[in-house]
């Protein structure tokens, strides 16, 4: 069974640039998460997509979107670039019957503003 | 705000000796308590998750101790190998807000 993908592994932009992030969750799995992982900062929830829909999203400012397709993968965009949003970010799926603790991760997207 | 306390930021182990990293939670709304394992290049992954009506749990090398009145709890590696050097996660999850609050990890390095 394949794992979480995500996509690109790295990615540099300048600030005040967009980034565009993607994710393909598990087969079978509908709800994807979105963290990012700063330096020292452990992970910090960005949003939560089940079933097509925005369903939680964490303490960051409008710039960070994202939605869900159809097919359950997601895409976290992040306009406006500043340098502090230089992170490893990191996605997670999981099942519809699965407790909201057991998240399966991608191995993340390293996202560098310069 | 940061609602998981975790500490040491880091830890050394000689091979063979027991590993402790410690959390603190404010909520009183958490509802399970999961560990996360993460080595370089990887995502975390799940490795141990508890209640907080259960004082303990272990799995094979890895226990969570926990204790509901101090608002802490703990994992403990027995035996630790060379293998475990990896950074580790606690969390905590609330069902009703439907997410994971992690701490801030602790890197393990376990010497030879």
């Known amino acids: 069974e394949a794992g979480v993908t995500q996509s690109p592994t790295h990615l540099i932009k300048t600030r005040g640039q967009q980034a565009t992030l993607r994710c393909s969750p598990i087969?079978?799995?509908?709800?994807v998460y979105w963290y990012q992982q700063a330096l020292g900062l452990g992970l910090q929830f960005l949003l939560w997509?089940?079933?097509?829909?925005?369903?939680n999203r964490g303490n960051f400012p409008p710039r960070f979107s994202g939605r869900q397709f159809p097919n359950y993968s997601s895409e976290l965009n992040v306009n406006a670039l500043e340098l502090e949003d230089s992170a490893l970010y990191l996605c997670?799926?999981?099942?519809?019957?699965?407790?909201?603790?057991?998240?399966?991760f991608g191995p993340g997207t390293r996202l560098t503003v310069t | 705000q940061q609602q998981v306390k975790q500490s040491p930021q880091s830890l050394i182990v000689q091979k063979g000796g027991i590993s402790i990293i410690n959390c603190a939670y404010e909520?009183?709304?958490?509802?399970?308590f999961p560990w996360y394992q993460q080595f370089p290049g990887k995502g975390p992954a799940l490795l141990i998750a508890?209640?907080?009506?259960?004082s303990e749990k272990k799995e094979g090398r890895f226990t969570i101790s926990f204790n509901k009145s101090a608002k802490q709890f703990s994992l403990h590696i027995m035996d630790s190998q060379p293998g475990d050097s990896a950074t580790y996660f606690c969390?905590?999850?609330?069902?009703?807000?439907?997410?994971?609050?992690f701490g801030s990890g602790t890197q393990l390095t376990v010497l030879p």
């Open positions: 087969s079978g799995h509908t709800s």
């Open positions: 997509y089940d079933e097509g829909e925005e369903r």
């Open positions: 909520n009183t709304a958490f509802d399970y």
């Open positions: 997670a799926s999981r099942s519809r019957r699965a407790p909201y603790y057991e998240q399966y």
């Open positions: 969390a905590a999850s609330s069902g009703s807000a439907r997410q994971l609050t």
């Open positions: 508890i209640r907080p009506d259960v």
